[in-house]
C-alpha cells in the first residue's frame, strides 16, 4: 500500500505564490518511482501538470512551464507555484503509479482570485 498525503494548498491574489507539498509513505519507500502532479478545475477533467522521475528528470505541461518548479526531498515532493493566475484555481493532486495501482492524494484546493 501507499499513501500519499499533500498539503499547501489556499487562497492567493493573481501573481502570487504557493508551494504544494506530496509526501509518499508505505510500500513505495526506498524504491525508484515517478510522481505526478495532476489539477481538476471545477467542472472540468483532471489534467496533468508535471511529473519526475526517480532520476530527477521533469516533465512540464505548456501551461505551467516556466512558472511552476517540481523539487524532491526523499519521500516528499514540492510543487513551488509562482505568478498564479485565475485559470490556475483547482483541486491538485499527486499521483504515483506503483505495483500495478494507481494512487492518488486527497487532493488540495487551490484558488487564485482578487
Known amino acids: 500500500q501507499v499513501q500519499l498525503v499533500e498539503s499547501g494548498g489556499g487562497l492567493v491574489q493573481p501573481g502570487g505564490s504557493l508551494r504544494l507539498s506530496c509526501e509518499a509513505s508505505?510500500?513505495?519507500?526506498?524504491?525508484?518511482?515517478?510522481m505526478n502532479w495532476y489539477r481538476q478545475p471545477l467542472g472540468k477533467a483532471r489534467e496533468f501538470i508535471t511529473a519526475t522521475t526517480g532520476d530527477g528528470i521533469t516533465y512540464y505541461d505548456d501551461s505551467v512551464k516556466g512558472r511552476f518548479t517540481v523539487s524532491r526531498d526523499n519521500a516528499k515532493v514540492y510543487l513551488q507555484m509562482n505568478n498564479l493566475k485565475p485559470e490556475d484555481t483547482a483541486v491538485y493532486y499527486c499521483y504515483v503509479r506503483h505495483g500495478d495501482r494507481n494512487y492518488w492524494g486527497q487532493g488540495t484546493q487551490v484558488t487564485v482570485s482578487s
Open positions: 508505505g510500500s513505495i519507500i526506498g524504491s525508484s518511482y515517478t
